[in-house]
């Protein structure tokens, strides 16, 4: 309760005015935009009765100019909308002593490389990367991004997701820790077979000694033979797992979360069911409880890594 009251607190100064000043500029620019609607409409309504060819390519060349100024309008309302408002809320997580040396780029994203080399998921034909957060919990610094990652499928011409949210690894920096773990969602085990094929080729196998019974019941968990489980996976860690699951759940959102390690290296994926933070034109933008979810779902994230990097 009192991290909701203190995120509360710096929404209603820091964030909702930041989000009445876009509010505002939304509403301008749909006013614009209808006008501008209703101007072209007349122009048309007007080449159509007057029918004179030299009249028409007169106006097109301003017509043109202008739908072409509408749009810079609408691209930079959206470019400038969600790094403003993440910047915000991550200037209030830096503020925990345990987060620091947070960064923002709108562009930037994770490699493909480094995806594939988190064990969880093994091919992409179209793979897209933005809004990177860099930072660092405790000692272990860690990347995020946005990921939207597709194949075609096997029996139609067509892309299938393979991942959707977000991606997160961090670097324990330690040259000792060696082997690997594979945490997959049991409800997807029909969509991971290459995945766990994958794993076996550098000798994970299927564990279950050392887990929670209800921990087991939601994710298959692989490791390889050099691995202490007990060491690697805590309980203190399954229950943090588990309390980011529970959390999601609750609220009927169509997530799962992905975690693997290996050597020193940890990788979790966070599947998003819709996205957070991307404004709309068509609608009102001012929302304490989509920003709330946005800073909940990176801040359980940063929680499991330093869930983690307490125990190395």
């Not at 179209?126 to 946005?146: K, M, N, S, T």
């Not at 794993?199 to 033979?225: K, M, N, Q």
């Not at 060491?231 to 959390?247: E, T, W, Y």
């Not at 009102?284 to 929680?303: K, W």
């Amino acid at each position: 309760m009192r991290a909701y009251h203190d995120f509360r607190l710096f929404y209603n100064q820091s964030i909702h005015p930041e989000l009445l000043h876009l509010e505002q500029r939304r509403r301008r620019l749909m006013r614009l935009l209808g006008l501008s609607a209703v101007l072209l409409l007349g122009v048309v309504l007007l080449q159509v009765f007057i029918q004179i060819f030299v009249v028409t390519l007169i106006l097109f060349v301003p017509v043109g100019l202008w739908i072409a100024y509408l749009g810079f309008r609408v691209q930079v309302y959206y470019q400038e909308f969600k790094p403003r408002i993440v910047g915000l809320v991550l200037d209030f997580i830096d503020n925990d002593i345990n987060f620091s040396a947070f960064k923002y780029q709108a562009k930037g994203g994770i490699p493909k490389e480094r995806f594939f080399a988190s064990k969880i998921f093994t091919h992409a034909d179209e793979y897209e990367a933005e809004d990177l957060i860099c930072g660092q919990v405790r000692e272990l610094p860690f990347e995020l991004c946005e990921l939207r990652v597709r194949e075609f499928s096997d029996v139609r011409t067509q892309l299938n997701y393979v991942f959707q949210g977000v991606f997160l690894w961090g670097d324990f920096r330690r040259v000792d820790m060696q082997g690997g773990v594979l945490l997959l969602p049991d409800a997807c085990r029909k969509y991971l077979s290459r995945s766990e094929r994958a794993f076996h080729l550098i000798g994970g196998r299927r564990v279950r000694d050392h887990l929670l019974p209800e921990f087991e019941s939601f994710f298959d968990t692989y490791a390889t033979p050099n691995v202490r489980l007990r060491d690697v996976l805590s309980a203190d860690l399954q229950r943090a797992v588990l309390r980011f699951r529970q959390r999601f759940q609750e609220v009927n959102r169509e997530k799962e979360i992905y975690l693997s390690m290996i050597d020193d290296k940890i990788y979790i994926a966070l599947t998003q069911d819709k996205d957070l933070l991307e404004p709309s034109l068509f609608q009102n933008t001012v929302s304490f409880e989509v920003v709330r979810e946005f800073y909940q779902d990176i801040h359980l994230l940063l929680d499991i890594l330093r869930e983690v990097d307490v125990m190395n």
